[in-house]
């Protein structure tokens, strides 16, 4: 035989040696991987469970003591776009870009502080927001939920997509990126950023009269729990 034919056929062999070690290796990363992943989707349902009967427990002593019980101040808003570009002042249009809200149906979730209700009162009146459940954020981003890859819109169907990103943030899969957004964690701002602005549909019935504010039959400003009914509408 040639010795052409044999360095070839050993050159070969090696590569299949390399590609069938590598697919063992990555097999055996990702079985790692999502059994932490399912570890940490553990924790999380055993931490939100502790939360929920915390709060049941509150509510139950002060009713008990003959007192009322005041819940903490939400930490995040859901903010929905609902009117397009006629008539805006550039100030306006700047803060709407800020919100990263450029087209109408885009929704985002907005952390709360000061500088954030300064931007979204000055936008009422184009925007409709409220305080979303952990169940919304939940099916938020798993019906609607696409991450900002290289500039592109790419699908949330793998937690590979999160962890290229999000990896060296703690941060490695879905469950981790719900819950970093749900308790707006250290890295709340590098998973929302992540995030692409949700695109949502026109609610089913459609929205109420968008030129009246929410408090008075109308469509825009803050919709507090009652963004979530309007969530689903519009999923």
Known sequence: MPENFIKKASRDA?????????RKAAKAANATKRKAALANAEKYAKEYAAEDASLIKSRR????????????EAKIAFVVRIRGINK??????????????????????????KATWNMIRKVEDLITYGFPSRSTVRKLIYARGFGKVNRSRIPLNDNSVIESQLGSKGVACVEDLIHEIWTVGDNFKAANNFLWPFKLNTPAKGFEKKRHPYQKGGAWGNREEN?????NRML
């Open 227 to 231: 963004i979530n009914e309007l969530i």
């Open 61 to 72: 002593d002060a009713k008990k003591a003959g007192s009322f019980f005041v819940e903490g």
């Open 88 to 113: 805006l002042s550039p100030k306006k249009r700047k803060i709407m870009q800020l919100l990263r809200l450029r087209q109408i149906h885009n929704g985002v979730f907005v952390k709360l502080n």
């Open 14 to 22: 090696n590569i299949l040696k390399s590609i069938v070690e590598a």
